[in-house]
């Protein structure tokens, strides 16, 4: 069962640097987004997060409002690209049904 902390806190927003020339932050992509893959049977909100730090394969994650997060590559349908701390990625939720579940992890930067 996939174990979802989230906590009210500010965050101070690092500037990335994008393909060595393209500066991206947080602050510059939006909170979140929702779409939805073959013809609405599958419907995905996408949160932007910072990832803060990795320990004993936890990820603790924050978004550009404040949420924090927390997850494991373990509970997701897809395996993580290669991550590190500082990395901007995208979150995917699955609210196609009554669960709302972190199933995949992209990376933005």
């Not at 803060?52 to 897809?78: A, H, M, P, Q, R």
């Not at 669960?99 to 990376?107: G, N, Q």
């Amino acid at each position: 069962m996939l174990l979802l902390f989230i906590r009210f806190t500010f965050q101070e927003t690092f500037v990335l640097t994008h393909f060595g020339h393209k500066n991206i932050t947080l602050a510059s992509l939006p909170d979140h987004e929702t779409i939805e893959e073959g013809k609405g049977k599958q419907k995905y909100k996408i949160y932007y997060c910072e990832i803060e730090d990795i320990k004993n394969d936890t990820y603790f994650v924050y978004s550009k409002n404040g949420f924090k997060f927390t997850f494991k590559e373990k509970t997701l349908e897809e395996k993580l690209p290669s991550l590190k701390k500082g990395d901007i990625i995208k979150l995917y939720f699955d609210v196609s049904g009554h669960v709302h579940e972190l199933v995949k992890v992209e990376k933005v930067n």
